[in-house]
């Protein structure tokens, strides 16, 4: 055993009881010493989060561990597969293995002050009054780079970024000196500059404190950028492991090459993306001919635009006199101007709270318009009476982020699919459910999707749900809303193929909005980029992104992790 190993892991199976035995994760061995990083890169579904609870004991009831983990504290070795109750495991967490989750809003308390939250975190493992925690807790925000720790202090967390929330986590989870820090995909819904920052921040604190880090994502980009070793996890087995050099250069199992080939590159643009099925199938020749199938659809300059904005102004009243008028606005969006050309893809990107999604939801009619026009076939959506907006969604339909969040869980998917298509009389009752079952083999789910809910799906499955609830009007232009920015590098690749096949067929315009560069280039016929509620560069896609003028999008396009 190597004197700087801080964690060892030895054979580790979680399996889960019932009338069949299931095993989640098995036989896995792995470590990390002191300053170092491991990252465990995989899909969903193949074991990495599961395998962070077990070494936090913060695993499902249920849940059964074998083998050993062994944590190296300053003074002893903790077994902490030894460890069965809540009492045993409180001096270890927080204290001695710390976690940053990905998802801070579920993880803060709603209805407690930021500062409150952080000094109860370090009272609870060292003993010092209730000033000193104060004290301790307002630099810890300070160490993690927060503005004015004072009046963050006060804030509760709704009243903070998404980046800023995950700082407070990362203080939270580091206050209390640990040794071990785990860090659970704690960048995946952040700009490509915020989690450049959070990254750079965590490698700081752990150089300052000497901490072991395993940092778990499915970028394996972003692994390469952080980490010493990888991990390569698939269907709870560890199928390559080594230094981040070996693994990610020179891969050698099939399903290591598919995670590196089916991130969106430069080179892919205009072809068929690689997905993991590509690379397991036993016919690798059939696999690799699919994968070169062009996949582009050409606009020309001179195609009709299906879509006008001019000057487009979305206020938000910030202040009110004793009149209730406004006397000062938030300009989400101020002065916008663009045009969609029928058939083709525009990305939109920037930072979180630029405008993007104000501008989406403008478009379709969810948010008033303060100023300016939007001109859909020449009528101006924006002076267009509410009773009219039925008329133009058959036209117009979104994608959201979150397909969990905009499904019904109390409907079936047949149910949400016929709904939409009853409302708007797109066929016959009696041809309601042969249409939604064409729907279903569109985005290649089987025809039995009808019958179960959303729950009951993956979370691929559940924007294929979404993409066909859209195809279900039959729409001209759809908006995609940062819809496949939390998905696993595969099944993304999946969603953008479909994305460009439905293109092709039914000469689909996309407004496509995303903070990953990476597939904006892939996608996309030209790109906007938007600052602050102003457009701030827009040109051809590799233009823009390869040989960006303007220096906001020159520091977006120098933020994307790139494999070494």
């Known amino acids: 055993m190597n004197s700087d190993t801080v964690l060892a892991v030895s054979n580790l199976s979680i399996t889960f009881g019932g009338e069949r035995e299931f095993v989640a994760v098995r036989e896995l061995t792995f470590g990390v010493g002191k300053g170092k990083t491991l990252a465990i890169v995989g899909e969903s579904g193949s074991g990495k989060s599961l395998t962070a609870l077990s070494l936090m004991g913060l695993l499902p ?77 307002l630099h810890w925000l300070q160490q993690v780079q927060l503005p004015q720790p004072e009046k963050l202090y006060e804030r509760y967390p709704h009243e903070l970024s998404g980046g800023q929330k995950q700082r407070v986590m990362i203080a ?23 989690q450049q920052e ?58 290591t090459q598919a995670l590196v080939a089916c991130k969106p590159s430069p080179e892919q643009k205009g072809l068929k993306l690689p997905t993991v099925s590509d690379f397991l199938d036993a016919d690798r020749s059939k696999a690799a001919a699919g994968v070169s199938a062009p996949v582009t659809t050409t606009v020309g300059v001179d195609a009709e635009h299906i879509l006008e904005v001019s000057n487009l102004k979305v206020w938000f009243a910030e202040e009110k006199n004793w009149l209730g008028k406004p006397t000062s606005y938030f300009k989400a969006v101020d002065g916008v101007s663009f045009h969609l050309r029928k058939g083709e893809v525009l990305g939109l990107v920037g930072e979180s709270g630029c405008g993007k999604s104000t ?68 066929v016959a009752d009696s041809g309601l459910k042969t249409e939604a079952c064409r729907l279903l083999d569109i985005v290649h789910l089987p025809a039995d999707a009808l019958k179960r809910y959303p729950h009951q799906f993956s979370g691929g499955q559940r924007q294929r749900i979404g993409i066909a609830r859209a195809l279900a009007l039959k729409p001209k232009l759809i908006i995609c809303d940062e819809s496949v920015s939390a998905l696993d590098v ?6 953008l193929n479909l994305l460009k096949e439905l293109q092709h067929e039914f ?54 992790p790139e494999m070494k």
């Open 490 to 495: 595969s099944v993304q690749a999946q969603i």
């Open 61 to 137: 009831p249920g849940a059964a561990v074998k083998g050993d983990i062994i944590l190296h504290t300053h003074d002893k070795a903790l077994t902490l597969t030894a460890l069965k109750t809540n009492s045993d495991w409180q001096p270890v967490r927080g204290a001695k293995a710390g976690m940053v989750f990905q998802e801070p809003m579920s993880s803060l308390n709603p209805v407690m002050r930021i500062g409150k939250q952080l000094a109860e975190c370090i009272r609870a493992h060292q003993q010092v009054s209730g000033d000193e925690a104060k004290k301790l807790a």
């Open 198 to 255: 959070v990254v750079r921040l965590m490698q700081y604190l752990q150089q300052q404190h000497n901490t072991a880090l395993i940092f778990i994502t499915h970028d394996l980009a972003l692994a390469a950028t952080i980490a010493d070793d990888v991990l390569v996890m698939y269907k709870g087995e560890a199928v390559e492991y080594g230094t981040a050099a070996e693994v990610l250069r020179s891969p050698k199992h099939p399903y």
């Open 172 to 194: 939270m989870a580091m206050c209390n000196h640990p040794v071990l820090l785990i860090a659970d995909e704690p960048t995946t819904a952040l700009d490509v500059t915020v």
């Open 507 to 560: 000469q689909l315009s996309y407004l496509f909005i995303s903070h990953d560069l990476s597939v904006v280039h892939y996608i996309s016929d030209r790109v906007m980029v938007m600052q602050s509620g102003k457009i701030v560069e827009c040109g051809e896609a590799e233009q823009v992104l390869k040989r960006p003028e303007n220096a906001y999008t020159r520091r977006l396009v120098a933020a994307i």
């Open 359 to 426: 501008v989406s939801r403008a478009l379709i009619g969810l948010l008033p318009v303060h100023e300016g026009e939007i001109r859909y076939n020449g009528e101006n959506l924006a002076a267009l009476p509410h009773k009219e907006w039925p008329r133009i969604r058959r036209d117009i339909q979104m994608i959201f982020q979150d397909p969990f969040a905009s499904l019904n869980p109390r409907m079936t998917v047949g149910d949400m699919l016929m709904e939409s298509m009853r409302v708007h009389r797109i």
